[in-house]
């Protein structure tokens, strides 16, 4: 297992294990029935599905995204642990975003929960 997948499965544990945190989900979601946000990478091709509840993960492509977030797993990977700054990666082209990239705004401050509950 990659270390990005390593890290969506602790995301996903942590996501839908605390309460806290979903509530976090819930008001993300707001009144939808979820978010679907997929991932590109050299490893695959995979979906986040966010409920108010939980986050499952799939493998594939979803055929309608809230956003797409295409770039190296190593890339995501930094991103996701605050290593490597959002805006550097769409500046130089190391991360692609298609699709509504507000929604990187709830899944970065999830992201921040997690990681500072797991300290």
Known sequence: MSQLQEFFKFLMTQANSKDDLKKALADWVGPYHGKILQVHTEEGDQYMVVRKDKITLHDGVYPSPDVIFKAKAEVL???????????????????????????ADPLANLILQVMMGAM
Do not use: R
């Open 77 to 103: 990977l930094g991103i996701f642990t605050g290593e490597v700054p959002f805006k550097n990666t769409m500046k130089d082209g190391s991360l692609q975003v298609i699709g509504n990239a507000n929604e």
